[in-house]
């Protein structure tokens, strides 16, 4: 599994297995979050799959999902803010490549830390969200 660390409260990754949600709670992890759709593409595990290991290891899990390429909608940035502020952490949040998680967490953070904060913590966990900053400015 490769577990990038946005924060204290958030690391994101790419798309997991139900087996990982075990390991993912051997790790510390409370909660799950996932941002990919069901269906995007063939073989991936769905929410349920994803929701019922969770369960079995103890973990929260919810289901925000996003679809792929643009900037995910409004109502999604405030879902993840929500999420992050009522799950137990830490909590691991997938996608396909981790990109999507990332730039939910990006918005959700916008006005609550400087936008170069959010930038570079995105940077040191191998996401360029650099041309997201001037959204992060304006909504700080």
């Known amino acids: 599994m490769d577990i990038r660390k946005l924060d204290d409260r958030l690391s994101v990754a790419p798309q997991i297995t139900p087996a990982e949600v075990t390991e993912a709670a051997a790790l510390g992890f409370r909660a799950i979050i996932c941002n990919r759709p069901d269906g995007e593409a063939p073989g991936q595990p769905t929410f349920e799959e994803i929701e019922r290991a969770a369960k079995a290891a103890g ?82």
């Open 59 to 140: 973990l929260e899990a919810r289901l925000i999902p996003v679809a792929s390429g643009g900037l995910p909608p409004t109502q999604a940035v405030a879902e993840m803010a929500r999420a992050l502020d009522e799950l137990p952490g830490p909590v691991l949040a997938f996608c396909r490549s981790g990109t999507r998680s990332t730039i939910l967490w990006a918005l959700a953070q916008a006005g609550r830390r400087p936008a170069a904060q959010i930038v570079a913590a995105a940077r040191e966990a191998g996401y360029d969200i650099a041309p997201l900053a001037p959204l992060l400015e304006t909504a700080a």
